[in-house]
């Protein structure tokens, strides 16, 4: 089995670099003198300290260390907790101009998409108006075993679903032309004329196909389009601003231009203008640094859930291998609870740690591959090795397969 978590859709190949040092500044979207200068900026909120200049040390020397390692082009990394917080802007936003990385820019978040996506789903188990054992053909026709595929099974990653991303035709589209706007039907369509891969609830195998489900699901029940659902019932309750749904390709600016190597020859390519629609409901979120701190907390704690429904996140994961467990639209990685994104040209990891009361954000604008593991899991690999090495964030290597057959967040 592989597994991986991220909405990938082209083949996989390499990476790019810079970093930076420190300055204070405050909160917010100003670019300060030293993020003109191309500087790592240090940012702290108001209800948090600093974290110790010795500590603080650390940590550069750990995300200058990846970036010069994986030759990420920028990096933006956020931490918070009972000690402190730790804020920094690395590298460069824009290959061309050289416009530094700032913690205030709009990138794309990927499969970070999927913990949206799931919990306007529990939203509505929580109204009563669907339970989570229902089939998904009392909502959605033409699936195959839809009348023996639950929306936990869906929610699980456990519906045996072919992985619309591996079919070949998906793929020839795709690269053929990275603009093109998909329907959520077409994108089922190419899972559809494959035969399932296991018996429902049989195995785990990490497939957008299901979250494209769900956002159909959710679409019929809340009687609304889902990027429309998910604004009121999630967006707005989780007072996250400068968090959007996007029809199209449109992008809020300032947002850091994305670069992948997935495009034809593997070249190195600007990605920025992609139309992530490919992934809908499954990876084709924008937001922020500061929107996802606060998104990470409420999706670990389960504040827009009972507890009852929160509970069910986690009811019964999958254990993939030690250390990682996947519920339903939510993963635990050694203790941190939250997912993580990737689709060209960004790559994210939004996790919260309850135990230490911590969080980390970590947004960077390339999603090529370092020896067979995401960048963003590096950086995070790195940052949690010097801030909580109790609870070392840490996701495996992955096959040199092409990318879609292991369809990651």
């Known amino acids: 089995m592989t597994l991986g978590f991220r909405c990938r859709a082209f083949p996989a ?40 200049s010795r500590v603080s040390e650390k940590l550069d020397r750990a995300v200058k260390g990846v970036m010069k390692e994986t030759k990420a082009p920028g ?21 061309a101009t050289r416009a530094p990385m700032s913690t205030g820019l709009f990138m794309k978040i990927g499969s970070e998409t999927k913990t949206f996506t799931v919990t306007a789903l529990l939203r509505l188990a929580d109204q009563g108006r669907l339970g989570l054992d229902d089939p998904v053909s ?23 679903l072919y992985p619309y991303t591996s079919d070949p035709g998906f793929q020839k589209a795709v690269l053929a032309d990275p603009k ?98 490919w992934a ?25 859930l009972s507890p009852a429904t929160q509970a069910e996140r986690m009811k019964d994961p999958y254990e993939p291998f030690p250390g990682l467990r996947y519920g339903l639209g939510m993963f635990e990685v050694r203790g941190w609870l939250g997912h993580n994104g990737s689709l060209p040209g960004y790559q994210s990891v939004v996790v919260h740690l309850p135990a230490r009361r911590a969080t980390l954000v970590v947004l960077t604008n390339t999603d090529t591959s ?8 590096l950086f995070a690999n790195a940052v949690t090795r010097v801030a909580t090495p109790e609870n070392v964030y840490n996701l495996p290597a992955t096959p040199s397969s092409p990318a879609p057959s292991r369809t990651r967040d």
């Open 13 to 52: 190949v390499a990476a790019l670099g810079l970093a930076g040092s420190l300055a204070v500044s405050a909160c917010g979207e100003n670019t300060s003198q030293a993020e003109r200068a191309g500087l790592g900026v240090l940012t702290v909120s108001p209800e948090a300290g600093v974290l110790s």
């Open 75 to 95: 990096v933006i990394v956020g931490l918070w907790m009972d000690g402190g917080g730790y804020v920094r802007a690395f590298g460069v936003a824009d290959k």
């Open 138 to 160: 009392k909502y959605v026709s033409g699936v195959p075993n839809g009348d023996r595929i639950t929306l936990r099974q869906l929610a699980g990653m456990k519906s045996g």
């Open 180 to 277: 093109r706007s998909f329907t959520p039907r077409q994108l089922l369509a190419y899972s559809f004329g494959h035969r399932a891969v296991f018996k429902p609830g049989e195995k785990f195998q990490y497939s957008n196909t299901n979250t494209i489900l769900l956002g159909l699901v959710v679409e019929k029940v809340g009687g609304r389009p889902l990027r429309e659902f998910v604004r009121r019932e999630v967006l707005v309750p989780a007072r996250l601003r400068r968090t959007l749904f996007p029809r199209g390709t449109e992008f809020p600016r300032p947002h850091a231009q994305g670069y992948t190597r997935q495009a034809a020859g593997g070249r190195l390519t600007n990605a920025t203008g992609w139309n992530p629609s």
């Open 280 to 304: 809908w409901a499954a990876g084709a979120m924008i937001s922020t640094m500061e929107d996802m701190r606060s998104w990470a907390q409420t999706l670990a704690t389960g504040t827009l």
């Open 370 to 377: 370092h020896k067979g593991r995401d960048v963003g899991t």
